[in-house]
Structure formats: structure tokens, C-alpha cells
């Protein structure tokens, strides 16, 4: 399984970016999927994730809406107002059953950098 994350990039202060994150591979069935972020020094924390309902961090709550496309196992991240403090790796994650004996496993993409300029 992997997961190929797109859509970040440099953009000032109250800008907006869209990241999209796909998933491909031996997928049987694809559960929750999510956002996580990390700033330098930080830890990895999360920002959305997606499954029957939406949960968001209170950071980002009112500023970024995630979504996604089940026919395209792909989730999506929009994010609007950013503020500096929003720089990060961006990671995608997926829970997923590569078939139907084996149990829901967390999968990552490569993270992809968002940096909001002062």
C-alpha cells in the first residue's frame, strides 16, 4: 500500500493550500483516513481525520476542511487562512485491510512541507 501525498508549498500569511493524498496498492478496504502534521522540534500531531464523521484539532478548526473521494481512495485538506504557525510536514495516513483476514493496518505517505511566510 502507499500513499502519495501532493499540494504543498510556500504561501503567505491568510493564504490557502489544498493537499490531496492517494492511495494505491493491494487495498481490500480502506477505513479512516487523516492528517497528521510536524513542525521542527515537535512532535507529530494530528490535524484531521476522516472516517463516518470529521474530527479536527482545535488549531485548525474553522480554517481547514478535509474530505475525501472513496471511488479514488483519496482524502484531500483544504486549508484556508493559514497562519506561520501552520508550517509543517504534512503527513498522510490511512487504516487499511489488504484483505479480508488480515486486520486494519496504519499506513503513511512521505509527508509533504507547508511553509506560510510571515
Known amino acids: 500500500v502507499q500513499l502519495q501525498a501532493s499540494g504543498g508549498g510556500l504561501v503567505q500569511t491568510g493564504g490557502s493550500l489544498r493537499l490531496s493524498c492517494a492511495a494505491s496498492?493491494?487495498?481490500?478496504?480502506?477505513?479512516?483516513m487523516g492528517w497528521y502534521r510536524q513542525a521542527p522540534g515537535k512532535q507529530r500531531e494530528m490535524v484531521a481525520r476522516?472516517?463516518?464523521?470529521?474530527t479536527y484539532a482545535d488549531p485548525v478548526k474553522g480554517r481547514f476542511t478535509i474530505a475525501r473521494d472513496n471511488a479514488k481512495n483519496t482524502v484531500y485538506l483544504q486549508m484556508y487562512s493559514l497562519k506561520p504557525e501552520d508550517t509543517a510536514v504534512y503527513y498522510c495516513?490511512?487504516?487499511?485491510?489488504?484483505?479480508?483476514?488480515?486486520?486494519?493496518?496504519?499506513?503513511w505517505g512521505k509527508g509533504t512541507q507547508v511553509t506560510v511566510s510571515s
Open positions: 495516513n490511512a487504516q487499511v485491510k489488504t484483505s479480508t483476514d488480515r486486520p486494519y493496518m496504519d499506513y
Open positions: 496498492g493491494s487495498i481490500f478496504r480502506l477505513n479512516d
Open positions: 476522516i472516517g463516518t464523521g470529521s
